[in-house]
């Protein structure tokens, strides 16, 4: 089999593979690889025509196609990466073997000095929610009828209902409406959407798209392909009220009803995972519980901004060319971050406190429910280190905190994230 | 005196305030239960002359994609995005294409460039 060496190999040609090669070279790595196993890089923004994308980053509203090719043109003139295109990792090793194959090469195996895992995140699908019914054609996930739609050049159906009000769910309403399907209705189980107002509001009230909130779908009908479903009211602990079934004919169901990081080459080398995130234990260096082997973007946790997957990319790159060069790593004590009182998930889930100069470190946290005028407090050992107010705060809205090497000095034991009650 | 009272749900920032305007012969005379000025602004601006940016495909010949996806180069009135989305259902361009090229110059007459939002490279002869 063929061999090849890398300072650093990254998993993953989208938005946290990009910036994280980007970030490696500037770092001092001179031998970079992105694997990516689609047939260009960018990854899922190349079918997220829609703009907003890029405010943060590059203080502009870009398409989700423009902002991977910001990228992918720095890439493309960066002669310290190398990308392969096409090429899917069938195995991945404790000791940063990678066996990659493609239809040109054939088999290849990598050795990487560090490794970043940049995998994204999948869809769940009609599995994941258990929906009962027959199994026909035109039920399929939100972002794959995207990819149809956008990409592709396919209609996926006519007379389309929406499960599910997460912001893939609501963009694909608005798309397929102006690609003249007919967008029946979208159904949300909980008593509120999971998108952002701003999509609720363009992608569904500007075409008169009726979001039934407290809704699920309970079953699906068709043999050959979908000819409606029934829909039902849920009660306070989302089951289906007995007698509010109804039934919707329709050619097409689109799922939008989560995502989940992609981790089956963690799992394959026992890297710890958060089960709140379903991504790896990472520091806030990113790299896991594996020296080594990093991790960035969705594949850690799902986020909703890309600018902060790009950021999370180049804090993985940067790491990882340090490791690749044989910078020995200081000694250092190992806090776990803990998320408290209304706080749902933190990244990074443990920080390292250097014996000698501290870097400083981002807390990307998400809540556990809509609240306003809340004030966040990061605590160590009963000493609060920051207290940051925010007029208000959503689960679907990541929250970012910013700790400075003054506050990473004052840490003693476990970091508690919370809201101060 | 009519008066039509209309709810407008601000999409400016998380708070998302739902704020009342009232209009009275086609105008804006008050709004109500918005936060900040920029939300009476925006309130003002949906009731008004609500705008919208554009993003959609068009067909696309000899590339390495059959579509290209495409977006206007600045905002443009709300109750034209849908005529001029199947407008461009119409069109098709030739690979090669460049980010930013122009796809379909003033677009129904509405002075808004629609431009092509990625590149794309003209398809390997096999």
């Known amino acids: 089999m063929n061999e090849k060496q890398y300072d650093v190999v990254i998993i993953g040609g989208g938005p946290a593979g990009l910036a994280a090669g980007l970030s490696a070279s500037q770092h001092g790595a001179k031998h970079i690889l992105v694997v990516e196993r689609d047939r260009e890089l960018g990854g899922i923004l190349q079918q997220c025509i829609h703009n907003g994308f890029g405010l943060h980053r590059f203080d502009t509203e870009l398409t989700g196609p423009g902002y991977a090719e910001r990228y992918i043109n720095m890439v493309k003139a960066n002669p310290s990466i190398d990308v392969l295109l096409d090429t899917m990792v069938v195995d991945l090793a404790p000791d940063k073997t990678v066996i990659v194959i493609n239809s040109v090469d054939g088999m290849q195996k990598i050795i990487g000095k560090a490794i970043v895992l940049a995998m994204g995140c999948r869809e769940r699908t009609r ?9 026909p054609a035109g039920v399929l996930t939100a972002g794959a009828a995207q990819r149809m739609v956008n990409m592709e050049g396919y209609i996926p159906g006519q007379q389309v209902v929406i499960f599910g009000s997460g912001d893939i769910g609501l963009i694909m309403a608005r798309r397929m409406t102006l690609e003249g399907a007919k967008v029946l209705a979208v159904f949300e189980i909980m008593p509120h959407s999971s998108g952002l107002t701003r999509n609720v509001v ?51 169901l689109l799922l939008s009803v989560g995502l989940i990081p992609e981790n089956e080459l963690s799992r394959d080398i026992g890297l710890c995972m958060d ?3 379903g991504g790896p234990v990472v520091n806030q260096e990113r790299e896991t519980s594996l020296p080594g082997f990093f991790a960035a973007g969705n594949v850690v946790h799902v986020h909703d901004l890309v600018d902060f997957v790009s950021e999370e990319g180049e804090i993985a790159g940067h790491f990882a060319a340090r490791l690749a060069q044989g910078e020995k790593s200081l000694s250092a004590q190992i806090y776990s971050v803990v998320p408290g009182h209304g706080v749902r998930t933190v990244v990074p889930q443990k920080i390292k406190v250097l014996a000698g100069e501290q870097g400083a470190a981002k807390l990307y946290l998400r809540v556990t429910e809509t609240q306003r005028k809340i004030t966040l407090s990061v605590s160590s050992g009963g000493q609060t280190l920051l207290e940051k107010r925010f007029p208000v705060a959503k689960p679907g809205e990541m929250i970012v905190l910013d700790l400075q090497a003054a506050h990473l000095d004052k840490i003693v034991g476990d970091i508690i994230v919370e809201i101060k009650r | 005196m009519e008066q039509e009272k209309r709810a407008v749900r601000c999409i400016v920032c998380p708070l998302s305030c739902l704020g009342e305007v009232t209009i009275e012969k086609g105008e804006v005379v008050a709004i109500k239960n918005m936060t900040c000025r920029r939300g009476e602004d925006y309130a003002r601006e949906e009731i008004v002359a609500p705008k919208r940016m554009l993003t959609t495909t068009v067909r696309i010949t000899g590339g390495e994609l059959p579509l290209l996806p495409v977006v206007s180069d600045r905002v443009l009135p709300k109750d034209k ?25 003033d677009i129904l007459g509405l002075g808004v460039n629609i431009v092509a939002s990625r590149s794309l490279a003209a398809a390997n002869p096999r």
């Open chain 2, 81 to 105: 995005v849908m005529a001029c989305a199947r407008y461009l259902a119409d069109i098709v361009v030739r690979a090669p294409i460049k980010e930013g090229d122009v796809v379909c110059a």
């Open chain 1, 275 to 277: 089960p709140l995130t």
């Open chain 1, 127 to 135: 599995g994941a929610i258990r929906i009962p019914g027959t199994r």
């Open chain 1, 202 to 252: 363009q992608c569904l009230e500007d075409y008169d798209i009726p979001l039934h909130l407290s809704h699920t779908v309970t079953a699906i009908h068709g043999t050959e392909r979908i000819t409606g479903i029934t829909y039902a009211e849920v009660d306070e602990n989302l089951r289906p009220i007995v007698g509010t079934d109804k039934y919707m004919d329709c050619d097409c």
